[in-house]
Antibody
Framework: QVQLQESGPGLVKPSETLSLTCTVSGGSISDHYWTWIRQPPGKGLEWIGNIYYTGQTYYDPSLKSRVTISVDTSKNHFALILSSVIAADTAVYYC??????????????WGPGTLVTVSS | QTVVTQEPSLTVSPGGTVTLTCASSTGAVTSGYYPNWFQQKPGQVPRALIYNTDNKYSWTPARFSGSLLGGKAALTLSGVQPEDEAEYYCLLYYGATWVFGGGTQLTVL
């Protein structure tokens, strides 16, 4: 059974950099797309970006200038970096796995999420 | 900036039928947007319900179905149960990026 687990600091100061890691267990990071999604308190879901296990990335245009997603296949994990954070970046951050087969896209596994608060 | 629009809230009686829709600011939603639907209950992780417009996961109850309706993606619940009260989100594909709808709060009353 594939499991994902987010990890990283729960508190980040304004203007600093948010860094999270998603560790994948019970399956290989290879041959899949992986994603970061966030949810500000009391608000809806926001797609941040995807990464293929080869390293190809796709980002939400509104965050593209501040976001970097990377993958480490040797450690079976992928990471999110969000720079120059502001209070509006406070959210629960989820990592997830896409299963893509031909023209089929399934976002079938999610991590439990981790709350990151931006505050001084 | 692409906007995906859902009904903010809907109310349905137990045993009733309700349809939630998902519209794109770019025009009609087609199967090429690979509509995905998710259910989220308070304090829980979102759970995938539907992928590629109308495909169910092994855990998706039979009363949930996905379709395209009038240029929108749609999620229909038939024979609604009290436990279906939740927030529902659609997710659409824009050729390398994805956009969530704002969510529909479904109340079963």
């Amino acid at each position: 059974q594939v499991q994902l687990q987010e990890s990283g600091p729960g508190l980040v100061k304004p203007s600093e950099t948010l860094s999270l890691t998603c560790t994948v267990s019970g399956g290989s990071i290879s041959d899949h797309y992986w994603t970061w999604i966030r949810q500000p308190p009391g608000k809806g879901l926001e797609w941040i970006g995807n990464i293929y296990y080869t390293g190809q990335t796709y980002y939400d245009p509104s965050l593209k200038s501040r976001v970097t997603i990377s993958v480490d296949t040797s450690k079976n994990h992928f990471a999110l970096i969000l720079s120059s954070v502001i209070a509006a970046d406070t959210a629960v951050y989820y990592c997830g796995r896409w299963s893509k087969s031909g023209n089929t896209w399934r976002l079938d596994y999610w991590g439990p999420g981790t709350l990151v608060t931006v505050s001084s | 900036q692409t906007v995906v629009t859902q009904e903010p809230s809907l109310t349905v009686s137990p045993g009733g039928t309700v349809t939630l829709t998902c519209a794109s600011s770019t025009g009609a939603v087609t199967s090429g947007y690979y509509p995905n639907w998710f259910q989220q209950k308070p304090g829980q992780v979102p759970r995938a319900l539907i992928y590629n417009t109308d495909n169910k996961y092994s855990w998706t109850p039979a009363r949930f179905s996905g379709s395209l309706l009038g240029g929108k993606a749609a999620l229909t619940l038939s024979g609604v149960q009290p436990e279906d009260e939740a927030e529902y989100y659609c997710l659409l594909y824009y050729g390398a990026t994805w956009v969530f709808g704002g969510g529909t709060q479904l109340t079963v009353l």
